[in-house]
């Protein structure tokens, strides 16, 4: 399984192939680029995912949709050390795996804030050259300047909340420490520890334990959606929206119904979410195809319809039903290809129980009124897609 790494300013593409010879070194992943690698894996397979740095300021972060996504689709995707330790804190309950201590001060809420694994730097062509220090970093050395017995706890508390309050791109804790009152034998003793030690790079250390725990990282077969049983994706309009901007069309893994098999299915999911989704997208195209043509004019009604159709998948993908819906709608097609007349060997009063009983609904004491109220054109209709779908149910074994 391949591995992707993104990283910048925290470790340098050398660093990570020491630890991961064969890695794929990308640099800090922005919006987007996490669900590139998703739609790569469509033709190569799921790839280990390792997210390290992240732009966060002047390109958008990378979504936690995204990463939900990634995890959907059955590759590990592990965080550290800056963007990727946030992301893992905020993600583990689904799955992500964090690593190492500045994780752990965000799981644990020790941490919060955002800022503090933020630094200044220069873009790819300097190697993400830094201008400041992470307060994470800062922490992880004050600390050990108290241990050191060279700071008193009360100081490094200053020191900490004097770099908290400074903008992020300013923060320097050698400055700040050359700026406080220290006793000569104090500072004799801060200048040796720091021309010795420096600033304790924790997030450095964090990665390249991320990178040691991938490499010893046993190969089990890759997970599978259905391995997350706790969760399941919701494939919005705007993670939608995002898939159809990059150009990465391939990620959706449903194929792109017809209008008609994806209304079909969504009426046989009884008439509770079919009115649900139906009035949602009603609602939605109204505001268009009225404006266009005006309810007494001629073929308003098809216009209506035709324009409710085009809403709806956008009105599934908010319900959280798309996927599924659109998946069955296309398979089911595709089966039906193979026979113009699927036969069903039971009477029409046996497929509306047998539909009903799935659905855990009473049997409909007019059938005509329950078809129209599922927005079928009568109760013949109703009963045709019913023999699809009990044929459907019959080939693909499904219950």
Not at 227 to 236: G, K, Q
Not at 367 to 378: K, Q
């Amino acid at each position: 399984m391949k591995t992707v790494v993104f990283v910048g300013p925290t470790v340098t593409a050398q660093e990570v192939r020491a630890v991961l010879p064969d890695a794929d070194v990308r640099g800090p992943a922005a919006c987007g680029d996490v669900l590139r690698v998703v739609h790569e894996g469509v033709h190569q397979g799921p790839a280990i995912i390792a997210l390290v740095d992240g732009f966060f300021e002047h390109r958008l972060p990378v979504w936690h949709k995204e990463l939900l996504w990634a995890l959907s689709r059955g590759c590990p995707v592990y965080g550290a050390s800056s963007m990727g330790a946030l992301r893992a804190a905020e993600l583990a309950a689904f799955g992500m795996v964090g690593v190492g201590q500045i994780f752990a001060w965000y799981r644990d809420g020790v941490l919060e804030d955002d800022d503090e694994v933020a630094v200044a730097h220069e873009d790819e062509a300097t190697g993400y050259r830094v201008h400041s220090d992470a307060l994470v970093n800062v922490r992880a050395t004050l600390a050990r300047l108290v241990e050191a017995g060279i700071l008193d706890p009360e100081a490094a508390k200053v020191l900490t909340a004097t770099l908290k309050a400074t903008p992020y791109p300013q923060r320097n804790l050698r400055q700040a420490l050359s700026q406080i009152a220290l006793p000569a034998a104090t500072r004799a003793q801060l200048a040796a520890w720091w021309q010795q030690n420096g600033l304790v790079d924790q997030k450095h250390a964090d990665a390249l334990l991320l990178f040691q725990q991938i490499a010893d990282r046993p190969a089990p077969p890759p997970a599978r959606p259905a391995d997350h049983p706790t969760w399941a994706f919701s494939y919005t309009e705007s993670f939608h929206q995002l898939v159809r901007s990059l150009d990465v069309s391939a990620t959706e893994s449903p194929t792109e119904p017809s209008p008609e098999d994806l209304l079909e299915e969504l009426q046989l999911r009884g008439p509770v979410p079919f009115h649900a989704c139906w009035q949602a997208a009603l609602e939605q195209a109204l505001s268009r195809a009225l404006g266009v043509r005006r309810p007494e004019e001629a073929g308003a009604a098809e216009a209506v319809q035709e324009a409710v159709l085009a809403e709806l998948p956008s009105v599934l993908r908010q319900h959280g039903l798309w996927e599924d819906l659109a998946r069955r709608a296309a398979d089911k097609s595709r089966l039906l290809q193979t026979e113009t007349r699927p036969a069903v060997r039971m009477a029409s009063a046996e497929v509306v129980a047998a539909h009903c009983s799935r659905l855990g609904l009473p049997i409909p004491e007019n059938l005509e009124d329950y078809a129209r109220a599922l927005g079928f054109e009568d109760q013949q209709a109703l009963i045709v897609s019913l023999a699809r779908e009990r044929w459907y149910l019959e080939r693909t074994r499904s219950t």
